[in-house]
């Protein structure tokens, strides 16, 4: 059974007449009557009686006429439930980002995709960045932000790197033995300098203890275990300085003292899984991704020490 069968039997149906419908339906009447007996033949029933002037429906195709409608209702309703999708009308995304990108680059991000795509539902997972990448091999997300791992290293993935960042040393404003307004830090600044420290597994502890150890020394905490808020809180607080990446220092209030070149740094990349492709509603997000960060290089929007990443 055809679901063009279907129609021109609703169309006889509705018309009461094989050379009507066949005009309603844009079809040679022949075709059309063609297509009408092959459907009898398959269900075992006559379905029209025939006549000159009109045509009726026997038993068999009034049984059948409510049953072929829903059939044709319900297929028009998938037909637009897939349009929609693919029109970005509706659908899901599944986003993955780091704490740090949470409170900087992914708010104005989402706000930009929300206001083109209002039908798509957002769904966000906060995380390091090994855990965002074994949940993108694992299909439990579609797209993620995270500090790339190094090549070779963990399962297969598409891979775009967007920005460089600079990381910095913040503090609370006023905190004795920082340094002054105007001046450069150095890792060695850190020496004896009690920090406070992300948890185990953050990719800015491993940055920071990695370059304190180059430097020649192991760095201290006066507090750690805390997620990306709890560090802002602590700073604020006093308990220390820590280093965070430009982009959340310059929206947290406290005092930014870039580190001498070449400080310590980061890459934030756009990834998704190898051997997944992406649904229309994730590569739009990409995209917004892609096209939110030029609009801001060509503003002069992005925040001092982050710069794009060579195409």
């Given at each position: ?10 169309a006889?149906a509705e018309?009461g007449?094989f050379?009507?419908?066949?005009e309603?339906?844009?079809?040679a ?5 063609q297509q009408?007996?092959?459907l009898e ?5 006559e379905?029209v009686?025939r006549?000159?002037g ?9 049984a ?5 409608r829903?059939?044709?209702?319900d297929?028009e309703?998938?037909?637009?439930a ?5 029109r ?8 993955g980002?780091?704490?740090s ?7 104005d991000v989402l ?7 209002p039908?798509v539902?957002?769904?966000?997972r ?7 990448v074994?949940?993108l091999?694992q ?7 995270i500090i790339p ?5 963990g399962p297969?993935l598409t891979?775009?790197?967007l ?5 910095v040393?913040v503090?609370?404003p006023?905190l004795p ?5 105007g001046?450069?830090a150095?890792i060695e600044?850190?020496r004896?300098?009690?920090?406070v420290?992300?948890r185990?597994?953050y990719?800015?502890?491993e940055t920071t203890?990695?370059a ?6 192991e760095?201290?905490?006066a507090?750690?275990?805390?997620e990306m ?6 700073v604020?607080?006093?308990?220390g ?9 310059a929206?947290?209030?406290?005092a930014v003292?870039?580190f ?9 990349a ?7 492709p992406l649904t229309?509603?994730a590569?739009?997000?990409?995209e ?5 960060l ?7 929007a992005?925040?001092?020490?982050t710069r794009?990443?060579a195409?």
């Open positions: 059974m055809q679901l063009q069968q279907l129609r021109y039997f609703v006889v018309t007449h050379t009507r419908a066949a309603r339906m844009l079809v009447q022949p075709s059309l009557s009408i007996r092959s033949r398959e269900l075992g029933a379905l009686h006549s000159r009109a045509s009726t429906l026997t038993d068999a195709g009034q059948l006429l409510p049953l072929a829903r059939i044709l209702a297929t309703s998938a037909r637009r897939v349009q929609e999708v693919v970005l009308r509706r659908g899901r995304v599944r986003l980002a780091t704490p990108l949470c409170v900087s680059l992914v708010p706000r930009a995709y929300r206001s083109r795509h039908g539902e957002l769904q966000v906060e995380g390091g960045s090994r855990d965002l074994a949940l091999a299909g439990a997300l579609d797209l993620a932000l791992p190094p090549a070779g290293q297969p891979v775009t790197e920005l460089h960042e600079d990381l040393l503090a609370a006023g033995g920082m340094p002054g307004p001046r450069a150095r600044d850190l004896g300098r009690p920090l420290m992300f185990e597994g990719d800015l502890r203890v990695s304190c150890r180059a430097a020649g020394f760095p201290e905490f507090v750690e275990g805390g808020d709890a560090v802002l809180g602590f604020a607080a006093g308990l300085p820590a280093v965070l990446p430009g982009m959340v220092a929206r947290s209030g406290l003292t870039p001498a070149g070449p400080g310590p740094g980061r890459t934030i756009v990834a998704h899984g190898a051997e997944l229309h509603a590569a739009a997000l990409r917004t991704v892609l096209r939110h030029a609009d801001a290089d060509r503003a002069g992005l925040p001092p020490g794009l990443a195409p």
